[in-house]
């Protein structure tokens, strides 16, 4: 008996109406009840359809079918794979969970993905770094990565740009970056007050400083000066700037500006002219007499004196002094003695004879 009802229900069965409900890649929801055939619906059923992750319907808007006799009335949607290309050159990425399928270079879509670009790479899109990803397509192109990098060194001079990225190239810098410049010695910044630079995809804020080889001569005639530890180059008639240099004259030469003796040599030029020695000398011989003039330099020569110098006079035996309350003089530059130069005059003596009386000289 078993035997024979398993024959009938096998001639019957296959003239069921029912539709083949099954899709891949996706699922279905019908309002119907089973046949006992797990792929099968039966007819005057309702299906609504719908995908996997990563996968989009082909009729996003009409998802739902229906079953008459063995047919559906519109033909089953199917599921495309729906995912994009994610990556970028020289940049990242952050799509949060969104499913990659395994494949570190694709996201299932839907998904939303925020860019990023390596160091020394600058994002074409600065402002809008999110892309959305549905139906295998973005919703604007991807951003790109450009190497932005800009050449830091300065002839005669130095930088410092912290800990800014060179690639192993000293010669730039990745943007974005500041940059701090100065000068070697002997050579003046372009533009003292400003000496950072900031690097912005590949371009500086301002044109690089430059450094403008700046010494002053220092010698003058007869004098000297010091300078302190300003550099010479190996050179003792130059000076590099910034430099203060103060001056002196030989003995026997005087300063031009005795009350002002410091120079500032600044951009290769002196802040004012260079002070000058004038020689400065004066006569100092007495006729019958003689004079002292303490350690007053001569130059080799007794009847001069080098100012600036305090002589004392004296006359010889038999003269005196045309001035006995002032036998000092000073001489001062430019060679010349404070007062008249004193007289050395013969003694005269009243003599008394019988008729006459007359003053001699002794």
């Known amino acids: 008996m078993l035997a024979q009802i398993t024959v009938f229900l096998g001639l019957i069965y296959p003239c069921i109406a029912a539709c083949h409900v099954a899709i891949w890649h996706g699922s279905y929801s019908c309002d119907c009840r089973a046949t006992g055939r797990p792929k099968k619906v039966s007819s005057g059923c309702t299906c609504t359809y719908s995908c996997d992750s990563g996968y989009v319907l082909s009729t996003p808007s009409d998802t739902d079918r229906y079953c008459s006799g063995r047919n559906w009335d519109d033909p089953k949607p199917s599921c495309t794979y729906s995912a994009c290309d994610v990556r970028i050159s020289d940049g990242s990425y952050d799509c949060g969970d969104c499913s990659t399928f395994g494949h570190p270079r694709k996201v299932a879509s839907p998904c939303t993905c925020t860019y990023s670009c390596d160091s020394g790479y600058e994002i074409s899109t600065p402002s809008d770094t999110d892309r959305y990803c549905s139906d295998g397509n973005w919703d604007d192109p991807k ?141 100092v011989g007495i006729l019958h007499g003689s004079h002292d003039c303490g350690g007053c330099s001569t130059f080799g020569n007794p009847t001069k004196v080098a100012s600036p110098c305090t002589c004392t006079y004296t006359c010889d035996s038999g003269y005196e002094m045309s001035t006995p309350s002032d036998i000092d003089r000073v001489c001062s530059f430019p060679g010349i003695w404070d007062v008249a130069q004193p007289t050395c005059n013969a003694i005269r003596k009243y003599m008394k004879y019988e008729k006459y009386s007359f003053y001699v000289s002794t």
């Not at 630079?197 to 010494?215: A, E, F, H, I, K």
């Not at 000066?225 to 003995?251: E, H, L």
């Not at 005087?254 to 951009?267: A, N």
């Open 143 to 283: 951003p790109s990565c450009t190497f932005s990098a800009c050449p830091v060194r300065i002839s005669h001079g130095s930088y410092d740009c912290g800990g800014c990225s060179t690639f192993g190239n000293p010669q730039k810098v990745a943007s974005p970056c500041t940059c701090t410049y100065s000068c070697d010695s002997g050579y003046e910044m372009s533009t003292p007050g400003d000496t950072d630079r900031y690097c912005s995809s590949g371009s500086w804020d301002d044109p690089l400083p430059t450094c403008t080889y700046s010494v002053c001569s220092v010698g003058i005639s007869h004098g000297s000066y010091d300078c302190g530890s300003c550099s010479t180059f190996g050179n003792p008639r130059k000076v590099a700037a910034p430099c203060t240099c103060t001056y002196s004259c030989d003995i026997g030469y005087e300063l031009s500006t005795p009350s002002d003796t410091d120079r500032y040599c600044s951009g290769g030029s002196w802040d004012d002219a260079l002070p000058s020695c004038t020689y400065s000398v004066c006569t």
